[in-house]
DNA sequence: AAGTAGCATTAAACCGTTTTAACAAATTCT
DNA sequence: AGAATTTGTTAAAACGGTTTAATGCTACTT
């Protein structure tokens, strides 16, 4: 690889002369110019980009974080990560995905910095370790979802509104007859899953009515595929208790479970039972027999509002910190009706 | 951000020490390490990434470069982004995902090499300009798909059976006594596109039959939805041709097209129209009604693979080229059968 | 004619690491 | 005891760029 004093010294310059040729931040003659161009091409030259990020102080490089106990993406993960490329995409930056296991993360102990001008941290737990670090080392920083209690309103991020969609989703169950309405929730610790089960449950008291116990299950932290968790949580409480009219399931897979779940137990949906997703899937929900209701989170504009953010934040040395919460709609298709009447 | 300076000075010992009592390649004293990483641990000191790699000549990064035209995923990427991700995962490596818009790349006209110690390329054109400029700066490289004919032998890469996917699928449509069958191909300069259409060609052929001429319409390549292609051209083709009988899709998006093409010409899949995708995605395509069938093409060992292949190839100097075909299978729901007989 | 301003170029300093070579001090070998 | 080795530490030299300050020109004022 040839490097800048190479091509210095084929054309018979000095190196500032030639990094100037490239950055034009000052003039330089168009004779010594078209020199430095033609050896550079004759060379292959392309600057480095490590040497030029050291002393610039800037990757043009942005960094999105999973928490690495998951690192398979999901159809929730892809669509985002669409909307940060796509941003990205237009100003000229690349993108980091960052998963790096724990075991790894462990043994190489004294980790450097990531090589990146500003993050993006995803799905952000109770007392995440993640959010301290970048503070620390003072590294921009724009969270996708509520982040933990000790940062509300010390960094900026970008969220649905759990509470009030997971209210209006229970109110709507609520108000087509159901009383006993499993929630499938997502892992606990998570914030997502802490706001959605205080919407569920304050829709149930503002109707003057009480969720049943042990009704919210929380998916496993660890890897288990949402389908299953789906699947074996509905089938057990399903079985358990007859009076679960209604099922609200985390993500479009987990609804695929507890569909079989449904079938196995030769229930029909939705006269026998409701089923409905907190889903982000266009594609797949209308596909599900019956298509599956469920509610469209806008996971594109999620990842493209906290990309903006974060550019926002770059380009200015204020540390403004900001909120913005994409709107997310009801999306009814054919998986909830009223609860079937009790016969004797 | 504190630099290795400040801790040297604060535990009083030299630079140089700093950075062995992290690296551990020379032995230093217990009591000086100790002194080192509680003045580390104060300041809260990381190793500056940048600076490491340029002295190293190495990042942990690789590289995914998609091609600029195209930067929203499918299923099928983002399936083979999951298999690439677990490898890096598993081995510590950062992915470094590469979409920049031409019309950026345009504007920055000299931009540097990509900060990464080996790249994945997608989706290889015929005559594609990435590889030769990999080639001039000596960058490791690995391709999924094919690539252009000059470099066949030259670099590594992984595919599918292409030619023999797409043969045996027409084979299956021709068994099941299909004549006319409508290909709606991938993009036409892509090598994958060559390859299927060889197959679509070579199968009947061996059958003593011929293709009909104008029956392979390759989808634009500008960012034209997939679903639209595949509604609109099956449309009009089926429109135009009643002699057709079957369609081949590229996509599991286009052939929800074709699908809806069908509904609205009032064909019946699978008595009156068969309809086949190379999909990849086992969660949408038994969705489908009636459930689609195709082809398993397995993208993520596709990425599982190439990233193998790219990290062998940056432990060892020697320049090995491999090949490797992941094998996909032949998957049958019900979206074929054999043509309805023709009545007066 | 001398002073000043502007332009194109360069040598040297710098960015934050790792690595090399040198160097004492402590240990082991004849 | 003196030479040879080992051990722990350091100053200085990379790595490949950008930026600063200085320099030599030419052209323009006064």
Redesign the pocket.
Known sequence: ?A???DVAKASG?????V??V??R?????K??TERVLAAAKALHYK??YW??S???RSTRILGLNIRGESFQFGQFHLSLMNGVLRVCYEHGYRLLVNTLSPAYLSRVEHIASDPVDGEILLDPLEGDERIADRFHIGLPVVIVGRPPGPYEGKVSYVDNDNIGMAAQVTRYLLDLGHRDILFLNAPAGSTVSADRGAGYAAAFWQAGLEPKSGRMLYKPLQDSPSHAFGYESALAALAASPDVTAVIADTDTMALGVYKAAEQLGLRIPEQLSVFAFSDDSVLSPEFSPPLTGVRLHADRLGAEATRLLLEQLGTAEKSVKRVLVPSELVIRGSCAPPAPIYP
Chains 1, 2 share one sequence.
């Not at 310059?13 to 002369?17: E, I, L």
């Open positions: 690889m490097t800048i004093d310059v000095s190196k500032g002369t990094s100037n490239f950055s931040k000052r003039p330089i003659s004779e010594v600057p480095n040497a030029r050291l002393v610039n």
